[in-house]
Nanobody, 124 residues
Framework: QVQLVESGGGLVHTGGSLRISCAAS????????MGWFRQAPGKDREFVAA????????GYADSVKGRFTISRDNAQNTLYLQMNSLKTEDTAVYYC?????????????????WGQGTQVTVSS
């Protein structure tokens, strides 16, 4: 089993930056691909960014490309999402997810473990 705990969410103004983290425990998460997803009020959960096991390949939703950066520290079993130039439409609960597969994926159905989420609110 894998446990994922997000942290670092909060309130930020438009144009600001925030880094959220996901601490993983349990099985060897360094073997898993990981990703970030988000869910805004009244909307379905959507893909934000993902990274393969080694960190050598990343992918982003078009809406965040160039503004967000996903990274991982396998020695610390931690996943990060650096968010810059934040917009009000980035307001959502952000979820960390891990896939038992090592290869990159951006499909929610490929992820087997989920955190409880952290709230990110961007105000104008």
């Amino acid at each position: 089993q894998v446990q994922l705990v997000e942290s670092g969410g909060g309130l930020v103004h438009t144009g600001g930056s925030l880094r959220i983290s996901c601490a993983a425990s349990g099985r060897t998460v360094s073997l898993y691909a990981m990703g970030w997803f988000r869910q805004a009020p009244g909307k379905d959960r959507e893909f934000v960014a993902a990274i393969n096991r080694s960190g050598s390949f990343t992918g982003y939703a078009d809406s965040v490309k160039g503004r967000f950066t996903i990274s991982r520290d396998n020695a610390q079993n931690t996943l990060y999402l650096q968010m810059n130039s934040l917009k009000t439409e980035d307001t959502a609960v952000y979820y960390c997810a891990a896939s038992r597969n090592s290869v990159y994926s951006n499909r929610q159905t490929d992820f087997h473990y989920w955190g409880q989420g952290t709230q990110v609110t961007v105000s104008s």
